[in-house]
């Protein structure tokens, strides 16, 4: 408990003293009614026309340097609109319950996906893992359980290939919902990951209360690592209390070779980001993957 507590307390002070990172809104988006109706009607379109398609981008072990699996990322390509962010579309789709197709869709292609890796990796017991990012509106329905046994059942996935990121925020809003969700989950031994995690203004002690086993330090962290001492100390303490529940810990937007030996030194496991590889699309992953994997 000195261990959370202690964390907490670096955390919660280098935090107050730099606050104006954590406030940070998208408030053209929210402030653009007009937009967001075009937006959701664009998402309705392309939901029907399948305009989307998933990225990939690895993660790396600090260790090996080998690659141990990917986050998936959603892509949309609008016809005459071009490449659209998902930062920009996702929170439209949540605000507008249609995350709660696009969110399916999205599972349901990446357990395609894995089931294709995993007949093709077959004989070589290779353990890589696909992460599919949750949104907080998916978790909270009803049927979200049903709905992914489903999928699993009809992709023919090991469950070992599969993990779900789900954000902080999510934890701290809907703790009865995320207890339930969580022991199912847990039944079925899938994995979970905390993503974005710093972002939030959570008291870190609760996390003892989920089966979660990885945490993904948010890239802001990562990236202010060049510059500033309080994010050293945010991520340090990140490091510490994680590894002291027994996660591992993913650095989000791992760009350069100085952030690389900080956290590899402080006992980071794995890395996310431009300096290993951007986002793939499914053939550039898969070539990634057998460059890169343990031989
Ligand atoms: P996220 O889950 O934190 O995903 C990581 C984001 O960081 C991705 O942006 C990725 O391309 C970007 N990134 C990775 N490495 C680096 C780096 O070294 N430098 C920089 N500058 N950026 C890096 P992306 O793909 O634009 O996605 C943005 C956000 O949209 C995601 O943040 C996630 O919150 C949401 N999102 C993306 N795909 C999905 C999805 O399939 N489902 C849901 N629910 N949300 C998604
Ligand atoms: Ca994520
Ligand atoms: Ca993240
Ligand atoms: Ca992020």
Request: charge should be negative.
């Amino acid at each position: 408990d000195d261990i959370f507590r202690d964390a907490d307390l670096a955390i919660q002070k280098a935090k107050s003293s730099t606050n104006h990172y954590y406030q940070v809104f998208d408030a053209t988006i929210k402030n653009n009614t007009l937009e967001i109706l075009e937006l959701e009607t664009d998402l309705r379109i392309a939901l029907k026309n399948q305009e989307f398609h998933l990225n990939y981008q690895p993660i790396i072990s600090f260790n090996t340097g080998t690659i141990v699996g990917f986050e998936t990322l959603v892509r949309w390509n609008h016809p005459q609109k071009g490449f659209i962010s998902p930062a920009k579309f996702i929170p439209v789709a949540e605000q507008t319950n249609l995350i709660l197709s696009l969110g399916m869709w999205i599972l349901q292609q990446a357990c395609q996906q894995i089931r294709i890796w995993q007949d093709r990796l077959n004989r070589q017991y290779i353990d890589f893992t696909v992460s599919v990012n949750i949104s907080g509106k998916q978790f909270e329905q009803e049927d979200f359980i049903e709905q992914l046994d489903q999928i699993i059942a009809d992709t023919g996935i090991n469950i070992k290939h599969l993990k779900l990121e789900i954000t902080e925020t999510l934890l701290m809003n809907n703790t009865e919902i995320a207890d339930r969700i969580f022991k199912q989950l847990k039944a079925r031994q899938i994995q979970l990951a905390i993503d974005d995690f710093g972002t939030g203004y959570s008291s870190l002690s609760y996390l003892d209360r989920f089966p979660v086993d990885t945490l993904k330090i948010d890239r802001s962290f990562v990236s202010r690592l060049d510059e500033e001492n309080q994010a050293s100390t945010i991520v340090r303490a990140t490091l510490d209390l994680a590894h002291n529940l027994g996660f591992n810990v993913v650095a989000e937007g791992v760009e350069n070779i100085r952030q690389i030996e900080q956290l590899k030194n402080w006992g980071c496991e794995f890395a996310q980001g431009y300096f290993y590889s951007k986002p793939l699309d499914r053939d550039s992953a898969w070539q990634f993957l057998q460059e890169n994997l343990i031989n």
